[in-house]
Structures are given as C-alpha cells and as structure tokens.
C-alpha cells in the first residue's frame, strides 16, 4: 500500500536529499531513489497573493478561536493554511483540541539566568500531556484517510501515548514499540489505557526503530514516527501560536530539546515559511540541547561540522531525549544552519537542577523539556544570548509523566551512588523532600516555622 498524496493541495513530497518528488511516499516514508528523509514543499504559496496576505491570514487564526467548528478550535488546523490538505476533513480530522498551549513569563528562571525576556511555551498542556499531539492529529489523520486499518510507532513514550490516543480517537488499532525498562510510567500507562498493543522490546529506542522500519515494509501498517512528514508539518503550529502569542514579534532565540531532532526541524521549518510568506520580518536563531549521553547531533555539529552522525548507544535519566542515532538529523542541520542557532549539551544534574527551577516557577515539565534551561544557562555564560535578548524556551512535557525522577530527586536519591553524586550536591538547594511526621498539630507547626526560617 501507498500514501498517495492529495492532488488538490499546493502540498508536494520533496526528498530532502536528492529533491526527487515523489507522488506518493512508501510506508517507510523515505526517497525511494536514495533512501533519505521526505518533506512537504508548498509550490503554491506566492507570498503576494491574496490568499496568502499577512494581515488577513493573522486575523483569520484569531477569529477561528471563538468558533464552535473543532477545526478551528484546534490550535493545529486553525492554521490549515500552511497544513497539508486532508480531503473530507469532517470524516477524517482526528483532533482533541491540541495546541493552544499558554505561554507563561518565567520570572524566577529569569533572574537566574540574567534573561529578563523569557518565556516558556508549554507544549506539555496538550492533551496527552505532550507536544506529540500537535503533529499526530495531522498524521492520524492521514492514516485514516488512506483506510488504515493499523498504525504503528517506536517510541520513549511520548510519541506512544499521542498515537493510540489519536488511534483510539479514530477507531484504529495502534501497536506500540519501546523499549523495556526505559520509558516512564506516567507514557507507559496512557498507551495501556488507550488501548494500544502495548510491545515492551528488550533493546534501546534505536532498536525499536529498526524493527519498525521492517514491519511497515512487510505489512500494511502506517508508520507515525517522525520521520512521516505530516507530523512535521502538524508540529510546525507550536512556532506558528508562539509567534502570534508575541504579536508577531519574533524572540532572538528559541530553545528546544533534541531527541530524534523531528521537533526542532518542525519549528525551524515553520520559521522559515513564517518569513517567506511575510508572516515574521526576522528569523529568531533556534538552539538545539542534547543531554551528554545522548548527544550525537551535538558532536556532528561540534566535530564534523554537521558532515556526518554518528549514531552512538545513548544513555540519560531523561528518558524521552535517550536516542542515539536521531532520524531526523539533516533536517535539523539545515534549520540550525538557515536560523544561525546553536548545538548544546548538558549534565544529568544540570538537567535535573533546571528542572527544579522551573517547578520553582509554578510551571514544572518532565526531565527532557528542562535541557532548554539548563541550555539557556550555558549559551548564556558562551555569550551566545545577551541578557537584553529575549528567549523562549519550548517545554515539551508535563511534570506528571515523570514522578519516579521528580521524587528521587527531591528525596536526594536520583544521583546516590553514582558518578554524578558530587556534582548533585549544587543542586541541593533545590531539593523539597517531603517530610513525615506524626498526626500531631505541633510537629507540623514547627516544620513550617522551620521552613520559614530557612527561606
Ligand atoms: N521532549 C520530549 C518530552 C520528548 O518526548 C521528545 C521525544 C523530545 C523532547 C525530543 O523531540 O525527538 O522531536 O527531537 N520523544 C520521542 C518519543 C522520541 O518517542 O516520544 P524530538
């Protein structure tokens, strides 16, 4: 089976290699004459046509969202026009009303990184509790209107519990590849619940990928991970909202984790087509974090100039970024490259410190979203941002995936009796273990006069 493209939109498949362009992808979604990744182009926007004028486009999103079409009440479609076009959308758009996640001002982050203008959007208050939603809609949505029957993804959770709710939303069934042992609770229990065939595999997220990319290819199974260009295009609406959240006003940096590198090449491409179409007069430079142990972009960057990866066995406590051999790496490339942004690493502790501290505002993510902070922190001391500049930084899941790390670190357990225990003692003041204590009034009076004592 084929996913034959729609001859009424202005989207076209383009390899992003060889520039074949294809009909119809694969179910593997690759080139089929060099094997590298596909992406939708748009030959049909002429950014001075009156379909495409700036003001009219900007007004139509704003006035979509006191509609009572879900069309328009999903922060994803509202923006259709920069979307492929999915045929009879009120049968096949499977939408839960993702996107239109806040963007919330991060003042204690703020004075400790020396960035007074910084923000956080919060891709984590989508439905499932991640930015996942916001390309699945668009993707599952494909599905269904090819008639699938099945889908399919590798996953370190997130992308999971998004597809078989979209799956279950769409009445398809989903099968679920990750690997065991290494994927949160909170993700595992959301593809539980939704109904997914649920496959634990004894080997890394990178080994989950492998086997997938051969089922797609023996059965007729739809394939949702990134690497489809329709959850790319869905994810590029995050940096649509952001930038109509700011009045159109771009920022001078954008920060986003980096895992497979599907999230970042999304945004990239959306601030791309934002200028071209005369959306935004000026590209903010998009930075992309990696943790140490999964940090295989970050070293193409770093040490062959972007001109090979090489893909390595990942290790990090941030359980969603612990890929080592990224998909999605020459898209990323070429948006850090058009935007001028930059490639960081950072240290488990300074993850999980960043973490904190964004709790410490009242907003709180899972481990892989907070690398944006702890990023910040470095590219601040590098000079890379200036302290007048203004940031925002992509939170991409909610705090709640991910107790077991929360509560370890706060306990003081995360980092005991591993190598990075004397580095964790900086992160100490970050810690609130909880206390117990007896049902007694006067216990609990002076532990809040203690408390308030040490604050
Ligand atoms: N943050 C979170 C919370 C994630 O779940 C992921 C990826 C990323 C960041 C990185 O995004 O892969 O587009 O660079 N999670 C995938 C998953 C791989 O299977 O849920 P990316």
Excluded at 218 to 232: E, M, W
């Amino acid at each position: 089976m084929s996913i034959a493209q729609n001859t009424e939109t202005a989207a076209r498949l383009r390899c992003i290699f060889c520039g074949a362009a294809p009909d119809c992808a694969g179910q593997d979604f690759r080139c089929t004459a060099c094997g590298d990744l596909l992406e939708f182009v748009f030959p049909g926007w002429i950014s001075d046509s009156p379909a495409f004028d700036p003001a009219g486009l900007k007004s139509l999103w704003l006035n979509r969202r006191t509609s009572r079409n879900p069309l328009d009440q999903s922060g994803v479609w509202r923006f259709r026009e920069l979307l492929p076009h999915i045929p009879n959308p009120e049968e096949h758009v499977i939408t839960l009303r993702e996107g239109n996640t806040p963007l919330y001002r991060l003042p204690r982050c703020a004075r400790a990184t020396g960035v007074e203008n910084l923000h956080a959007k919060h891709q984590g208050l989508n439905p499932t509790a991640s930015f996942k939603d916001t390309g699945m809609t668009v993707a599952a949505s494909s599905a269904h209107q090819g008639g699938f029957r099945w889908v399919a993804c590798a996953s370190t959770g997130n992308t999971s519990a998004s597809m078989a709710a979209y799956a279950a939303r769409g009445n398809m069934r989903s099968l679920v590849l990750i690997p065991d042992g290494k994927i949160s609770w909170g993700k595992l229990s959301q593809s539980l619940d939704y109904g997914a065939l649920t496959c634990q595999l004894r080997t890394d997220f990178d080994g989950c990928v492998r086997i997938l990319n051969e089922l797609v290819r023996q059965k007729p199974v739809y394939l949702l991970n990134s690497v489809n260009p329709y959850r790319i295009e869905g994810q590029k609406t995050a940096a649509i909202e952001l930038m109509e959240q700011l009045a159109w006003e771009p920022p001078d940096h954008i920060i986003v984790p980096g895992g497979n590198l599907g999230n970042s090449s999304a945004i990239g491409k959306a601030l791309l087509e934002m200028r071209e179409l005369k959306l935004i007069s000026r590209l903010p430079k998009l930075s992309i974090i990696q943790a140490y142990g999964a940090n295989p972009f970050y070293r193409s960057v770093r040490e062959f100039g972007g001109k090979k990866l090489e893909p390595m066995t990942a290790d990090t406590l941030a359980t969603a970024i612990r890929i080592g051999n990224p998909a999605s790496w020459k898209k990323a490339l070429r948006v850090l490259q058009a935007t001028g942004g930059e490639v960081e690493e950072v240290s488990e502790v300074e993850i999980a410190a960043a973490k904190a501290e964004i709790g410490a505002d009242g907003i709180g993510c899972e481990p892989a979203s907070a690398v944006t902070l702890a990023g910040l922190k470095k590219l601040r001391r590098s000079g890379f941002v200036k302290s007048g500049e203004a940031v925002a930084l992509i939170l991409t899941g909610h705090l709640l995936k991910d107790p077991d790390f929360t509560i370890k670190f706060h306990r003081g357990d995360l980092f005991a009796g591993t190598g990075d225990a004397a580095e964790a003692v900086q992160a100490k003041s970050l810690q609130h273990a909880p206390f117990v204590l007896d049902a007694d009034l006067g216990a609990v009076i002076a532990a809040v006069d203690a408390a308030e004592r040490n604050s």
